[in-house]
């Protein structure tokens, strides 16, 4: 089965922002990124992550300007994290659990990547398609 570091092989760039940047920054970024989640890290530690559900439902809901409300005061702050050791279908686990969207990848204390579940339907997909043929090829010659 892939695991989370196959995914993150390719896919390597990780988008991240300062917590006392505003939301109109974050949004900004997410556009520019074509991205639905950004880690919001001071220096190298990861304090949280911003989302587009975070936007939602502590922005618009609430009536709050983006232009001065800084990332700090929306982000989501308990941010499950996984391993890049771990297998796609355990991300996968965890993500339909837990109902998220966008998982940090730590190794250690150092923040490796970021799977979406779209990264981790298309790693399953793929861990399906190629059993399949492994099990039509074993029909074929027969057993």
Same mark, same amino acid.
């Given at each position: 089965?892939?695991?989370?570091?196959?995914?993150?092989?390719?896919?390597?760039?990780?988008?991240?922002?300062?917590?006392?940047?505003?939301?109109?920054?974050?949004?900004?970024?997410?556009?520019? @990124?074509?991205?639905?989640?950004?880690?919001?890290? @001071?220096?190298?530690?990861?304090?949280?992550?911003?989302?587009?559900?975070?936007?939602?439902?502590?922005?618009?809901?609430?009536?709050?300007?983006? @232009?001065? *409300?800084?990332?700090?005061?929306?982000? *989501? *702050?308990?941010?499950?994290? !996984?391993?890049?050791?771990?297998?796609?279908?355990?991300?996968?686990?965890?993500?339909?659990?837990?109902?998220?969207?966008?998982?940090?990848?730590?190794?250690?204390?150092?923040?490796?990547?970021?799977?979406?579940?779209?990264? !981790?339907?298309?790693?399953?997909?793929?861990?399906?398609?190629?059993?399949?043929?492994?099990?039509?090829?074993?029909?074929?010659?027969?057993?």
């Amino acid at each position: 089965m892939t695991t989370i570091r196959q995914i993150l092989d390719r896919k390597p760039d990780v988008y991240a922002i300062d917590p006392d940047a505003t939301v109109l920054e974050a949004l900004k970024l997410l556009g520019e @990124k074509n991205v639905g989640a950004l880690l919001v890290r @001071k220096g190298e530690r990861l304090v949280g992550i911003f989302s587009e559900r975070d936007y939602a439902r502590r922005m618009i809901l609430h009536g709050r300007s983006s @232009k001065e *409300t800084a990332v700090r005061e929306v982000m *989501t *702050t308990e941010v499950f994290t !996984i391993s890049p050791d771990a297998t796609a279908g355990e991300c996968m686990a965890h993500m339909t659990d837990r109902h998220i969207r966008h998982l940090p990848v730590l190794e250690g204390e150092r923040v490796a990547g970021v799977i979406s579940v779209g990264d !981790i339907v298309r790693a399953v997909m793929e861990d399906m398609r190629f059993t399949i043929r492994q099990l039509e090829s074993y029909i074929r010659s027969g057993g």
